[in-house]
Nanobody, 120 residues
Framework: QVQLLESGGGLAQAGGSLRLSCTAS????????MAWYRQAPGKQRELVAR???????NYAESVKERFTISRDNAKNTVYLQMNSLKPEDTAVFYC??????????????WGQGTPVTVSS
């Protein structure tokens, strides 16, 4: 069974930094796109950053120049380095991965969510 296990959330002060990690575990052929989404209280879930299997990345405008997504393909892990945090970054962050469970058969998976709280 494929699982996405997240870690690294918590409390930070405005201007501070946090690093999120998410590792895909289980039996599968390969991991394709990986991404981080977030959902603030009372708001819809939104894409924060996405990275392809070859390292191409794109970001939400609100986090450009502050957040960096990266991945370690050998470890099936994606990271989100968050710098210059703002109170409006407070949200539950979710890891997403498109995983090829069998050759030619891909499925979408979500992590359980890790909360990030930024105090002013």
């Amino acid at each position: 069974q494929v699982q996405l296990l997240e870690s690294g959330g918590g409390l930070a002060q405005a201007g501070g930094s946090l690093r999120l990690s998410c590792t895909a575990s289980g039996s599968f052929f390969s991991v394709n796109d990986m991404a981080w989404y977030r959902q603030a209280p009372g708001k819809q879930r939104e894409l924060v950053a996405r990275i392809t299997g070859t390292g191409g990345a794109n970001y939400a405008e609100s986090v450009k120049e502050r957040f960096t997504i990266s991945r370690d393909n050998a470890k099936n892990t994606v990271y989100l380095q968050m710098n210059s945090l703002k109170p409006e970054d407070t949200a539950v962050f979710y890891c997403y991965a498109n995983i090829e469970v069998l050759l030619g058969n891909s499925r979408r998976y979500w992590g359980q969510g890790t909360p990030v709280t930024v105090s002013s």
